[in-house]
T-cell receptor, first 111, second 114 residues
Framework: GIQVEQSPPDLILQEGANSTLRCNFSDSVNNLQWFHQNPWGQLINLFYIPSGTKQNGRLSATTVATERYSLLYISSSQTTDSGVYFCAPSVGDTGRRALTFGSGTRLQVQP | EAQVTQNPRYLITVTGKKLTVTCSQNMNHEYMSWYRQDPGLGLRQIYYSMNVEVTDKGDVPEGYKVSRKEKRNFPLILESPSPNQTSLYFC?????????????FGPGTRLTVT
């Protein structure tokens, strides 16, 4: 199956700093999502981005499908951004197309 | 509000006592699935359903059952829970029929089996 690698595994930032999280995947994908898992365990949809660039407030994401990577940008970080960020692509033309989750980037934003 | 709901959110039970975790979505999605999340192993798919009365195994189906009698509901059944099923469980749904669609997750059910 598809392999997903996220980097860095851990990241500590001061409030107000910017960061870039990277996701590399081993196969062509027809779907890619970014999630934030908050300290209470909930998975929050950030982006559905199989290709191109999207922005939502302080967050933006870019997926370059031909080069098999996606980036998540967090600007002016806040303590509420803390948690684990997952990249999850899926493959296949029809049927199951389960999301394959990376191991995540654990982000801690300090005041 | 469009959402996926799960109940219960927290459950502590004993080995062998049958339990059901309910999942419901109000987005008229055809596709629903269950994942479990374990430290060091990430999120893995247990079962999925392409539509009513159509279910199939995911990556880790052993010890679980599902049913899809209605489009909006997709319960997860543990007929004889064991401690290795202690985990955080997520239900998810999305539209079906095209190349792919965004998947939406429920709030999670934290299960402890003693």
């Amino acid at each position: 199956g598809i392999q997903v690698e996220q980097s860095p595994p851990d990241l500590i930032l001061q409030e107000g700093a910017n960061s870039t999280l990277r996701c590399n995947f081993s196969d062509s994908v027809n779907n890619l999502q970014w999630f934030h898992q908050n300290p209470w365990g909930q998975l929050i949809n950030l982006f559905y981005i199989p290709s191109g660039t999207k922005q939502n407030g302080r967050l933006s994401a870019t997926t370059v499908a031909t080069e098999r990577y996606s980036l998540l940008y967090i600007s002016s970080s806040q303590t509420t951004d803390s948690g684990v960020y997952f990249c999850a692509p899926s493959v296949g033309d029809t049927g199951r197309r389960a999301l394959t989750f990376g191991s995540g980037t654990r982000l801690q934003v300090q005041p | 509000e469009a959402q996926v709901t799960q109940n219960p959110r927290y459950l502590i039970t004993v080995t062998g006592k049958k339990l059901t975790v309910t999942c419901s979505q109000n987005m008229n999605h055809e596709y629903m699935s269950w994942y479990r999340q374990d430290p060091g192993l990430g999120l893995r798919q247990i079962y999925y359903s392409m539509n009513v009365e159509v279910t199939d195994k995911g990556d880790v189906p052993e010890g679980y059952k599902v049913s899809r009698k209605e489009k909006r509901n997709f319960p997860l059944i543990l007929e004889s829970p064991s401690p290795n099923q202690t985990s955080l469980y997520f239900c998810a749904s999305r539209k079906s029929g095209g190349i792919s669609y965004e998947q939406y997750f429920g709030p999670g059910t934290r299960l402890t089996v003693t």
